[in-house]
């Protein structure tokens, strides 16, 4: 077993104080914010709501990241291509149904234009990283494209490349065929040909022309500028930095109650900002915190196994191994389940197993998932002794014991990180879309 630390521990391994010397984060500014251009913003909308940009034509990004779902999709694991309806109500389709969930739960996006946000997915498979000449570490290395405005951007690449997610399979349409025979990049690959596809829509084929110099017809466009694109509307759309927690950093309101002494054991003797520090509450780093596993695992083609081991599958360091990135706090409260694999249900028991990871490993109920159909799989890892202990022999925090309301308390405090604004959205969802689908 790796060795274990106490809470103060950790915080001084981080930098930080302990306990109730740690202070609040300082209150977000407009300068945190990278800046926008409200015409790219415009057609990033339409391009986010848009089924185009998957293989069978069926599916959007707000399929998984909806604003009536605070721009995740309200289960456990989604079903991406395959799948009909939204959100806790979407089904697999018994005429195309897919090969298995998509294997991380939905992540939100909100305040993901801000500079320091450079590591994107669970795992933290890209990252901006100076020393790459692409400025991009990524799944794809050499063989990445070039010329993103930032890493949200470089983000929106992938999605489309996955079978379960988006691309569906490579028996049904073009791009998913690209994907499996390797031709990602280029003329002819998946990006390519999703490039293609939006360039011979006039609607957004204009729109592009208006917004870059060295598109002059649809056929000059790029997957880049379709991703710079659904960057810029994430950033204006979802920014979040209204919340009461937010007004109470700014001095206009004061929070009080269940939610001011939350806040206390949020910043004090919880230890809860350990990890999840500085204006936007995340460390940006990886943490092995004992969170269940269900469903289908994060594997290989080649691989049969069901496990996630997180961090572990980038860097190959056993040090990683079951450690998942650290995700801002903004609306936690309303964007569960919760758990790389969405296995918690209910806010309050995931803080309460937070506190002591490996006893709320041990007492874990899988009746808390939330997918419409249960597979023989599903609960392969927390049915087997052996890879639960795994799980939590990799937990590197020592238990925090707290009181059922000091729980509520602290629940009551993520509740005060809500905000009203950005739940709404700014723009909103289109009234129709460019090219003719329907909307998600």
């Given at each position: ?362 007492r874990y109920d899988r009746g808390q998932v939330i997918w419409p159909a249960m597979v023989a799989t599903d609960f392969a890892v927390i049915d087997d002794p052996a890879q639960v202990a795994a799980i939590a022999d990799a937990v590197t925090v020592a238990p925090v014991v707290l009181t059922e309301a000091e729980v509520a308390q602290i629940v009551a405090f993520l509740n005060a990180l809500t905000d009203p604004a950005a739940i709404e959205g700014r723009l ?13």
């Amino acid at each position: 077993m790796r060795q274990v630390l106490g809470l103060g521990s950790v915080l001084m391994a981080m930098g930080g104080a302990v306990f109730a010397d740690d202070p609040l984060p300082e209150a977000v500014t407009d300068a945190m914010y990278m800046p926008l251009n409200m015409d790219e913003v415009a057609v990033g909308q339409l391009l986010f709501y848009d089924p185009i940009l998957s293989g069978n034509k069926t599916i959007a990004c707000a399929t998984c990241h909806h604003p009536d779902f605070a721009t995740a999709d309200g289960v456990s694991l989604s079903i991406g291509d395959g799948g009909i309806g939204l959100g806790p109500d979407r089904v697999v389709d018994p005429d195309n149904p897919p090969e298995e969930r998509i294997p991380r739960n939905a992540p939100a996006l909100f305040n993901l234009g801000a500079f320091e946000f450079t590591v994107m997915f669970h795992d933290g498979r890209l990252e901006a990283d100076p020393d790459h000449p692409s400025g991009l570490r990524t799944p794809m290395d050499g063989d990445m494209a070039q010329g993103f405005a930032n890493v949200l951007s470089a983000q929106t690449m992938f999605p489309v490349l996955s079978r379960d997610e988006m691309a569906g399979s490579f028996r049904e349409n073009e791009v998913a065929l690209a994907v499996r025979q390797g031709r990602i990049t280029g003329e002819g690959g998946a990006w390519d040909l999703l490039a293609r596809r939006v360039g011979d829509i006039p609607g957004y084929a204009d729109a592009f022309v208006e917004l870059h110099d060295e598109v002059q017809t649809g056929d000059d466009m790029t997957f880049v500028h379709l991703s710079d694109a659904l960057a810029a509307f994430m950033a204006w759309e979802w920014r979040s930095d209204t919340s009461p927690f937010d007004a109470h950093l700014r001095g206009e309101a004061t929070l009080a109650g269940d939610a001011l002494a939350g806040m206390e054991l949020f910043y004090g003797q919880a230890g809860c900002a350990a990890c999840h520090s500085g204006p936007f509450q995340t460390d940006h780093q990886f943490h092995a915190m004992g969170v269940p596993q269900v469903g289908p695992g994060k594997s290989a083609t080649f691989e049969d196994h069901h496990r996630d081991e997180g961090r572990f599958r980038v860097t190959g360091d056993p040090a990683d191994l079951y450690a998942f990135r650290t995700p801002s706090l903004r609306n936690v409260a309303k964007t569960g389940p919760w758990g790389h694999a969405g296995a918690h249900a209910n806010l309050t028991d995931f803080v309460r197993d937070h506190l002591d990871p490996v006893a709320g490993l041990a007492r874990y109920d899988r009746g808390q998932v939330i997918w419409p159909a249960m597979v023989a799989t599903d609960f392969a890892v927390i049915d087997d002794p052996a890879q639960v202990a795994a799980i939590a022999d990799a937990v590197t925090v020592a238990p925090v014991v707290l009181t059922e309301a000091e729980v509520a308390q602290i629940v009551a405090f993520l509740n005060a990180l809500t905000d009203p604004a950005a739940i709404e959205g700014r723009l909103g969802i289109p009234d129709a879309l460019p090219s003719g689908l329907p909307l998600p």
